[in-house]
């Protein structure tokens, strides 16, 4: 029996084992989910949307800014969440925190939690409420607007998740439990009048 040849097969066969997992690992990272932040389009991305109070009295129309995310894979991106992070803001302003959770469109939201509720992304996308304001402040005399986080969503007042008026520059972060997440700059025009709330990709 040569054994030499026996060696020389038994290597072979561990590098064509090395080789087929190495690969194997290749075609799972390339399917696994990687989350994509569309490009801004002010027609799409920056509306106004009718804002029904709980007992459908009043009708606050909202200017609202938000962001579509998209899966670039099939395999659906698990556990995904958002974040605002503040890269500049006006001298005057001085009560804001660094990072904020951002809420998922169309996921309940309520004044008890400031946090996101993460959710599951598809191939067909999901919206991201970035910030906003409403008809009524004006009324109100508050000018500026809002952080899109679940508590100022539920219950917009001004020391809490507030913009006043000027220019802030912001990074948004997506991110998953099982992929690749995006990250795209931005500039908020944080307006004295509610309907002319502005936001611009940077």
């Not at 290749?26 to 009718?50: E, G, Q, T, Y």
């Not at 939201?109 to 598809?122: A, K, R, W």
């Not at 000027?166 to 307006?191: A, H, Q, T």
Request: net charge neutral; glycine share 6%.
């Amino acid at each position: 029996m040569d054994w030499e040849i026996i060696f020389k097969a038994g290597g072979l066969a561990g590098l064509a084992s090395l080789f087929w997992l190495m690969l194997k690992d290749l075609i799972d990272f390339c399917k696994k989910p990687r989350l994509l932040i569309l490009h801004l389009d002010k027609n799409r991305d920056l509306r106004v949307f009718s804002n029904l109070n709980i007992d459908k009295s009043v009708n606050w129309p909202r200017r609202v800014a938000t962001l579509e995310i998209r899966n670039k894979k099939n395999r659906t991106a698990l556990r995904c969440g958002a974040k605002l992070e503040f890269q500049s803001w006006p001298l005057n302003v001085t009560h804001l925190e660094r990072h904020y959770n951002l809420h998922w469109a169309g996921v309940p939201y309520s004044y008890l939690t400031s946090g996101t509720e993460p959710i599951d992304i598809g191939p067909e996308g999901r919206r991201l409420d970035v910030i906003f304001t409403h008809a009524n402040q004006d009324a109100l005399n508050i000018p500026g607007c809002w952080i899109g986080t679940p508590m100022a969503l539920s219950n917009p007042v001004q020391n809490q998740f507030y913009l006043p008026p000027g220019e802030y520059k912001i990074k948004i972060m997506v991110d998953c439990e099982n992929g690749k997440g995006d990250n795209k700059y931005y500039k908020i025009i944080s307006p004295t009048q509610w309907n002319e709330l502005d936001l611009d990709e940077l």
